[in-house]
């Protein structure tokens, strides 16, 4: 069967893909893109944008940073507040305004921004990647209607359930290293406020957390999850583990006495950053979910995804300058991301295995974190 050539071939469309497809854009390489679903399309997700997803666009072109703040359906996050199992309450101020944004929408956006005047973009999308493979120094990739694709380069883009990092990168489900997670889209919820995060640890729901992210409409995003090694133990449903929170919980309740749930609850998993990956190899690289870059104790995995496309899209700049696509060449995009990325992975893991179901802890580090003192230095903790 012959196939189509490109330079790179980028497999996945969301903050990852189209990040790298964005940063390419002026590289004059030959991309193809392709994707399963076309867009606009759902990601199961909290929809928090934290403000580093601005820094990454702006790094790109700095009127991709002024285009997203002129962006209407979203909310401006300007702090969290942390509940305890007690539900004592603080207030952590964040020092840069973040955003929720509905992944319908931001992907959307993210996906259009990648694609408008890119001269050599070629797009495949509704065409699931079904096989990749590696023959005489290219990647191959075969497509849902037997299309076929290669080229010297394969940047995998494509999720948590990605094709190729099974396939080349040997990566496999570590439920040490992975959460699951639930959400819903719900309006008319009591006492919403629209710049906060809420962030609730609650007691018979350790070690996860509930969370009630507001977006524009006055409407919000409701979640919950947990490690995944927890939920196979404890044979538990997220699915009815939200549902018990919203009905059971009086002070949760309460706020959902008049609320209406928008649609189902919907579930996916997390592939953590807790656990190092080799997360490249010959003429191929991973990137965000595929790589397993989500934060271990906040579940972020957005600004991650967009920053290793980024870096992917550098090095495979350099892998074309240099004409180098070996293991070894390709390794300086491991390090790059690790160097930056593994030192809140690692404390935050800890934080994730230090609380964990202590709820004398967290009732006593929500108590202590409301000292002024204290409270200034939080923020830092997290970003
Ligand atoms: C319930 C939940 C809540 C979360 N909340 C937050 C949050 O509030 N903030 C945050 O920052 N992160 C959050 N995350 C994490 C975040 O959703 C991910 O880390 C992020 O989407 C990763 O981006 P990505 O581009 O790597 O992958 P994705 O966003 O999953 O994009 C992958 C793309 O690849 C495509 N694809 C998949 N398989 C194939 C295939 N075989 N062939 C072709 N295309 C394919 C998909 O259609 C998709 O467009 C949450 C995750 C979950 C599950």
Redesign the pocket.
Known sequence: MSATTYDIII????????TCALALKKSGLRVAL????KFP?D????????SIAKRILRQIDPQLEIDLLDFAPKTNITKAKLYSPAFESIEIAFSKVGHCIR?MDF?HWLFEKACTAHPKLSLYLQ????QVIQENGTNKVLLQNGQLLQAPLLIA???????AAKKLGNMTVNRKHYSG???QYYRNIKGLEGNALEVYFLKGFLPGYF?I?PLSNGEA?I?F?MLSETIAKQKIDLKQSLKDIINNIPQVAERFEHAEALDEIK????PLGSKKYAISGNGFML????AS??DPF????????MES?KFAAEQAMRCFKEQKFSAKYMKAYDERVYKKMWPNFRNHYILQRFLGKRIWLINSLISIGNIPFINKRIPKLFY
């Open positions: 497999t996945g469309a969301g903050p990852a893909g189209s392709v994707d399963k679903e399309r990601k199961i997700c909290g929809d928090a944008v934290s992944r992907d065409q699931a990647v079904k883009c494509d999720g948590a359930h990605s094709v997670a639930v959400r969370w992210f995003n979640g999850g579930g996916f998993g997390l990137c965000g979910d595929a870059l989500i906040s579940g972020e995995g957005i600004e991650t995804a496309g």
